[in-house]
């Protein structure tokens, strides 16, 4: 801790709330880059230009990818975990666009089936948030659930997004099914030197609520549309911040095959001491 944060304790929550702050945004690195890449090339992208847009955040995407591995800022085996959802994110895409979810209306000849293949990296950079800030803040939980249960309700998750097109919707008892696991749950993180922690499900909410924010300005800055922006952009609805839950719930779920869930020693502040209490 810096010496002015040792002043008193307004000094020392101030410091540590900007040191989460920081953790957060380099935590972020991948899908921050991207979000800043797919603005800034619908303000500034040439007209004219023998390179699409599309095709030229592929290239970059990859790019990242490769310099976060380069420069050990990922390990290989978080970058597999990611791999594996930006396929399984592609899939989606492929199918979604098919039935006339949401739509990519510039050209590329970097796509499949009509999906810019830049749109995979945007999953991508979802689990590689996750992975990040798990090492970044050391994540430890009190009461987690046992781990074949969260892998059935992420894979019920996927699932439904294909499934509510040719029978019932199920999101309604996924959520709560969510509830159930992770109602007891707690992350117990370190900012700084003291262990903090926090209802796992309220984390997993406020992932969901920073997707949706990126998704309104990805669709501001034109890299996709949904129907309803047909004729001009509107916000996403808030109703989209359900499907975001249930894909990030995905990526977590999928993030720890690498970042076992470790008990908390301290329970974090007030949390249970054993695992499992």
């Known amino acids: 801790m810096r010496p002015w944060a040792q002043r008193g304790r307004l000094n020392g929550w101030a410091y540590e709330f900007l040191l989460f702050g920081l953790k957060q945004a380099w935590a ?69 666009t098919a039935h006339g979810s949401w739509i990519y209306p510039e050209p590329g000849l970097l796509k499949i ?31 987690y659930p046992p ?16 499934t509510h097109h040719y029978g019932p919707d199920i999101r309604m008892g996924l959520f709560i099914a969510s509830a159930v696991l992770f109602g007891r749950t707690w992350v117990v993180f370190t900012v700084d030197r003291t262990p903090r922690r ?4 309220v984390g997993f909410v ?15 800055a034109g890299a996709w549309a949904y129907p309803s922006q047909r004729h001009g952009w509107s916000m996403v609805p808030v109703t989209k911040l359900g499907a975001w839950y249930l894909l990030m719930l995905l990526s977590y779920v999928l993030v720890t095959a690498v970042h076992v869930p470790e008990p908390s020693p301290c329970g974090g502040g007030g949390a249970k001491r054993r695992w499992g209490a």
């Open 28 to 96: 972020c690195l991948f899908g921050g880059l991207m979000l800043a890449l797919i603005v800034g090339t619908d303000l500034w992208w040439p007209t004219g230009s023998p390179l699409a847009r599309y095709d030229f955040l592929v290239l970059a995407s990859v790019a990242i990818q490769v310099s976060l591995l380069a420069l050990k800022l990922e390990r290989w085996d978080e970058a597999v975990v990611i791999l594996v959802f930006h396929v399984v994110g592609t899939v989606m895409e492929v199918f979604k």
């Open 147 to 162: 781990i074949w249960t969260t892998w059935i309700l992420a894979v019920l998750a996927y699932l439904n997004f294909f």
């Open 206 to 220: 406020l992932v969901a609520l920073f997707i949706w924010f990126a998704e309104n300005l990805g669709t501001l």
């Open 113 to 143: 089936a009509g999906v810019p293949l830049f749109s995979g990296f945007m999953y991508a950079c979802i689990g590689s948030y996750i992975a990040r800030i798990w090492r970044l803040m050391d994540f430890r939980f009190v009461r």
């Open 198 to 201: 926090m209802p796992l499900l």
